[in-house]
C-alpha cells in the first residue's frame, strides 16, 4: 500500500501575510510541529520594493529597512521562544509560487494557512491563494479558522467511499492518533425533492448504509476500532458544517480527486463551499496518484 501522508510531517511550511488574521494558523501551526517534533518554515511573500536600488546608494545610517527585512524580523520575533525547529522565508512574487517553491526546496509534507476577511461583509472569504493552494498543492493542505486550545480532539472525515477519501481518513488517524473520528458519507440522489419521502429517499439510505458498512470493513481494524459512521440525506458542505458544530468537532477533513465532486479540486464548487462555509479547520488530503503528478508538473 502507498504509504504518502501516513506519517505526520517532517517539516510543515506555515503561509502567513504577518496579519493578525493569520495568528490562528501560525499559534496552530507551532502546535503540530512541536507534537511531532517537526521543523517550521514561516513563509511570508512581500512585493518587491521599487526604491530597493535608491537606498542602496544611501549610506547605511540613513537606510531603512526594507519591507523584506521588515517582514524577516517579525517572523524571527513571533518564533522566538516557541520552543521548535523553525526557521524564516521571506519571498518576492506570486505567492502561490513562492509557497510550492518553499515546500519542494524544504520536502515539506504540509501546508499550514489561514483564510481572508472580507471586512466588508463581515465573514471569511477562501481567498485566491487558498483557492489556487488547493488546487496545486502536492501535500495536504490545512486551513485554519479556529483558536488553538490544545490538540484536535475531534475530526470529522467526509468520504464518498473513494480511494481519495479513503487516504483523508487514514492520513487524519495517523497524524491525530489520540482524536475521535467520525466519517459522515452524505447522499443526495437527483430529483430528490420529487420522491415520496416515506419510501424512495429510505431506499436510497439504505443503498448508502450498505455501501457504508462495505467501505468500513476494508479499513484497517485499529482503524475501523476508533471510527464511528454517519450516514445522512442532504448537501455535503451544510451537513458536514452542521455536523461539525452539533458533534463540537474541531477539524474536518476531505480528500481530494475522489469520485464525486465534493472531492474534484480540479472542478472545486462544492469543495471551494466547504472551505468558505466551514465552522472549523480544514485538512485537505491530494490522492497519492494525482499529488505525485502535481508534485511533478511544479
Known amino acids: 500500500m502507498d504509504d504518502l501522508f501516513l506519517d505526520p510531517p517532517r517539516t510543515i511550511v506555515l503561509a502567513t501575510d504577518l496579519s493578525a488574521r493569520c495568528d490562528r494558523a501560525f499559534d496552530r501551526a507551532v502546535s ?3 507534537r511531532w517534533d517537526a521543523e517550521l518554515i514561516a513563509l511570508t511573500v512581500v512585493e518587491t520594493d521599487p526604491a ?35 526557521g524564516t522565508r521571506v519571498a518576492h512574487g506570486e505567492p502561490v509560487t513562492a509557497i510550492l517553491d518553499a515546500v519542494a526546496d524544504s520536502g515539506a509534507g504540509l ?40 490538540d484536535y480532539q475531534r475530526i470529522v472525515a467526509a468520504s464518498d467511499f473513494s480511494d481519495a477519501s479513503r487516504r483523508a481518513l487514514e492520513t487524519a488517524a495517523s497524524w491525530f492518533d489520540a482524536a475521535v473520528l467520525t466519517l459522515l458519507h452524505t447522499y443526495d440522489p437527483p430529483y430528490a425533492n420529487l420522491m415520496e419521502r ?13 455501501d457504508c458498512e462495505r467501505f468500513t470493513a476494508t479499513l484497517a481494524p485499529p482503524l475501523r476500532a476508533r471510527l464511528a459512521t454517519r450516514v445522512e440525506f442532504g448537501a455535503p458542505e451544510d451537513l458536514l458544517n452542521d455536523y461539525a458544530i452539533e458533534s463540537d468537532s474541531d477539524l474536518a477533513v476531505l480528500g481530494s480527486h475522489g469520485r464525486s465532486a465534493l472531492y474534484d479540486i480540479m472542478i472545486g464548487s462544492v469543495a471551494r463551499r466547504v472551505l468558505e462555509q466551514s465552522a472549523i479547520d480544514v485538512l485537505l488530503v491530494p ?12
Open 198 to 210: 416515506s419510501t424512495m429517499r429510505e431506499d436510497f439510505r439504505a443503498v448508502a448504509v450498505e
Open 32 to 34: 503540530l510541529a512541536r
Open 52 to 86: 530597493a536600488q535608491r537606498r542602496e546608494a544611501l549610506p547605511s545610517w540613513r537606510r531603512k529597512a526594507t519591507p523584506a527585512e521588515l517582514a524577516q524580523r517579525q517572523l524571527r520575533a513571533d518564533l522566538a521562544g516557541a520552543g521548535i525547529r523553525a
Open 287 to 298: 490522492e497519492p496518484k494525482a499529488a505525485r503528478s502535481r508534485a511533478a508538473a511544479a
Open 111 to 150: 501546508i499550514v494557512t489561514g483564510l481572508a476577511r472580507d471586512e466588508t461583509l463581515g465573514r471569511f472569504s477562501l481567498g485566491n491563494t487558498v483557492d489556487r493552494l488547493a488546487r496545486r498543492a502536492a501535500v495536504p493542505l490545512l486551513v485554519v479558522r479556529k483558536r488553538v486550545h490544545g
